[in-house]
């Protein structure tokens, strides 16, 4: 009788001790990365035209025709203005004239000089036999061909200098077609048909290349150390929300602004489908870095509760709460810090049902 008691008594006392033991959780486990402490920081820039100018008139007269408008795309020496000036007409007509003046007196003067020339020779040939000619009449021979040679090369300079006029009175004639210095788009227009305009000081028209464009951002001091010629860095504007742009560095001016303690860098921004225009004012996303390493797990592996802020680690297969802090996000990681190490191991996708001791398995 007293045997079967013992027996009873045994067997409850297995049972319990088979309910401690805990079965492991089967999880999925990531390793603790380090990586550089790169970051980005919001900075205010500026877009302006790589290229632009008020397109002047470089000569005066009116204004007889505007041929394009603001929104105009021209080309490079595109006629965008004709200018009329009957005096500029008048003195290119009156050079001609002296023109075709000075070279009939030059034919005239070769003319006499090879008379002159001729005559000379002759008298020259006749003066071999004695007493046929006079030597003063040979002197003045050879007198009268030297003074038709000079004439003949005061009649070359005065053409020369007739034809250096009409050049002149016909690049002044050209100038009243205003062409465009470079490709791009009119953007403001200032005189109609029928303005008088002072060469060199009204400006016609407005002229910017937009197709290319300058990023100006000013780089508080505190970053200057990391900007690098070709880096990229990523915008957006206003007025095309949810979109990225890229551009990458291409001036670095290396002195600061006095008012501003920045930095004023210039990206190449290239504006292929015209979506961006000068005197916008873009968000950068500008990198920096902090020159230390942090250490990165999955943004699901941190658990916050109103208590703490906590990773599960896998130290010796079972579950370990480890607090840390979170830092500066990158994509699907979160920087922490606290007693954790690159290479240790963590559960993917912690919660706090996950006790401490539990066994881990994979």
């Known amino acids: 009788m007293s045997i079967r008691k013992h027996i009873y008594f045994f067997f409850p006392l297995v049972c319990c001790f088979n309910g401690f033991s805990q079965p492991p959780a089967h999880v999925e486990l990531a390793k603790v990365e380090s990586h550089s402490s790169a970051r980005t920081v919001p900075l205010t820039a500026e877009l302006a035209p790589f290229l632009q100018t008020d397109v002047e ?4 007269g009116y204004v007889e025709k505007v041929l394009v408008d603001r929104g105009s795309l021209v080309r490079r020496g595109q006629l965008l203005v004709q200018l009329s000036a009957p005096e500029i007409n008048s003195q290119t007509s009156a050079s001609e004239a002296n023109l075709h003046q000075v070279e009939a007196d030059l034919a005239q003067a070769e003319a006499q000089a090879a008379a002159a020339e001729s005559t000379s020779a002759r008298m020259q040939e006749a003066a071999k036999t004695p007493g046929a000619v006079a030597e003063n009449e040979v002197l003045q021979s050879q007198k009268q061909r030297d003074a038709a040679v000079a004439l003949v090369q005061s009649r070359k300079a005065a053409v020369q200098n007739a034809r250096d006029r009409l050049h002149a009175s016909r690049a002044m004639e050209s100038y009243l077609g205003v062409t465009a210095p470079f ?7 200032f005189v109609n048909p029928g303005m008088l305009i002072d060469g060199g000081h009204t400006p016609l028209l407005k002229l910017q290349q937009v197709d290319h464009l300058r990023l100006i951002v000013p780089i508080p001091e505190t970053y200057t150390g990391s900007i690098v010629r070709g880096m990229s860095a990523s915008f957006h504007v206003p007025a095309h929300p949810g979109r990225n742009y890229s551009a990458k560095v291409a001036r670095i001016p290396s002195a600061l602004d006095p008012k501003s303690r920045a930095m004023m860098v210039e990206l190449d921004v290239y504006n292929k489908d015209n979506s961006l225009a000068p005197g916008m004012y873009p968000t950068v996303d500008w990198p920096v870095s902090t020159g230390e390493n942090l250490l990165f797990v999955p943004s699901t592996s941190v658990v916050t509760t109103t208590e703490r802020t906590f990773v599960i680690a896998s130290i010796n297969g079972k579950a370990h709460w480890i607090d840390v802090r979170k830092g500066p996000a990158a994509g699907d990681s979160v920087s922490v810090r606290g007693p954790i190490s690159a290479g240790q ?10 006790r401490e001791g539990t066994p881990l398995a994979k």
């Open 183 to 189: 490709d791009g788009m009119i953007t403001d227009r």
């Open 345 to 354: 191991e963590v559960v993917k996708r912690a919660t706090d049902e996950l």
């Open 57 to 60: 008139a470089r000569s005066p």
